[in-house]
């Protein structure tokens, strides 16, 4: 799938709710040994409690990354343009079920991931809200439609590397933190995940 066959497609959407502030999150310190368990709402107040997530890159068979742009009602970041998929494990998840679980919860989709690599960030949003996470990162491939959970993605588009890299230079504001932190150590170290495959 590309983005004239997104085009194409009818809008299929989900808005099925799925994201709860009272959800419990995973608490660790920076070598990602559980703490602890904070509620999602608490866990981002302020300068924002050290919790798991994760952040997903799947991309088609041309190797154009699926881009996902952030509901209005996100309270952090809101229009932003991001990478396919990111969330959190919950209390007694496993990081594997989680991201299987998440991707199919916002896109409808089903996919191998691979891991990449994890790394520790802060981003302040404003005053009240950031982000702080220790970040699990996966890539995976997928030419199925996605089926858009409208609660969490306000658009959603294909783009090759090469674009990407020119619109983050060009208009940096427009993308989350997280995604511009791993897009950079993808692009250097892990090219193998955006290499056109041949369909046969």
Same mark, same amino acid.
């Given at each position: 799938?590309?983005?004239?066959?997104?085009?194409? $497609?009818?809008?299929?959407?989900?808005?099925?709710?799925?994201?709860?502030?009272?959800?419990?999150?995973?608490?660790?310190?920076?070598?990602?040994?559980?703490?602890?368990?904070?509620? =999602?709402?608490?866990?981002?107040?302020? =300068?924002?409690?050290?919790?798991?997530?994760f952040?997903?890159?799947?991309?088609?068979?041309k190797?154009?990354?699926? !881009?996902q742009?952030?509901?209005?009602? =996100?309270?952090?970041?809101?229009?932003?343009?991001?990478?396919?998929?990111?969330?959190?494990?919950?209390?007694?998840?496993? *990081?594997?079920?989680? *991201?299987?679980?998440?991707?199919?919860?916002? !896109?409808?989709?089903?996919?191998? !991931?691979?891991?990449?690599f =994890?790394?520790?960030? $802060?981003? $302040?949003?404003?005053?009240?809200?950031?982000?702080?996470?220790?970040?699990?990162?996966?890539?995976?491939?997928?030419?199925?439609?996605?089926?858009?959970?409208?609660?969490?993605?306000?658009?959603?588009?294909? *783009?090759?590397?090469?674009?990407?890299?020119?619109?983050?230079?060009?208009?940096?504001?427009?993308?989350?933190?997280?995604?511009?932190?791993?897009?950079?150590? *993808?692009?250097?170290?892990?090219?193998?995940?955006?290499?056109? $495959?041949?369909?046969?």
């Amino acid at each position: 799938m590309d983005n004239q066959e997104l085009e194409r $497609q009818e809008w299929r959407d989900s808005r099925e709710v799925v994201s709860f502030d009272d959800e419990p999150l995973i608490l660790v310190d920076s070598d990602d040994r559980e703490v602890g368990f904070l509620d =999602k709402a608490a866990a981002h107040v302020g =300068k924002g409690t050290l919790h798991r997530a994760f952040s997903l890159f799947v991309f088609n068979t041309k190797g154009e990354l699926l !881009l996902q742009q952030r509901a209005p009602g =996100k309270r952090l970041w809101p229009g932003f343009w991001s990478n396919t998929c990111c969330s959190h494990p919950r209390r007694g998840e496993t *990081i594997d079920s989680a *991201i299987h679980r998440r991707l199919r919860e916002e !896109l409808g989709l089903a996919c191998p !991931l691979e891991f990449l690599f =994890k790394f520790e960030y $802060q981003a $302040q949003f404003d005053a009240e809200g950031a982000e702080h996470e220790l970040c699990w990162v996966y890539a995976g491939r997928s030419n199925d439609a996605p089926t858009v959970n409208v609660n969490e993605i306000s658009g959603l588009r294909y *783009i090759a590397p090469d674009a990407l890299d020119a619109e983050m230079a060009a208009n940096p504001g427009a993308f989350t933190p997280w995604f511009k932190i791993e897009w950079a150590r *993808i692009r250097r170290d892990h090219a193998h995940v955006f290499v056109p $495959q041949s369909t046969g």
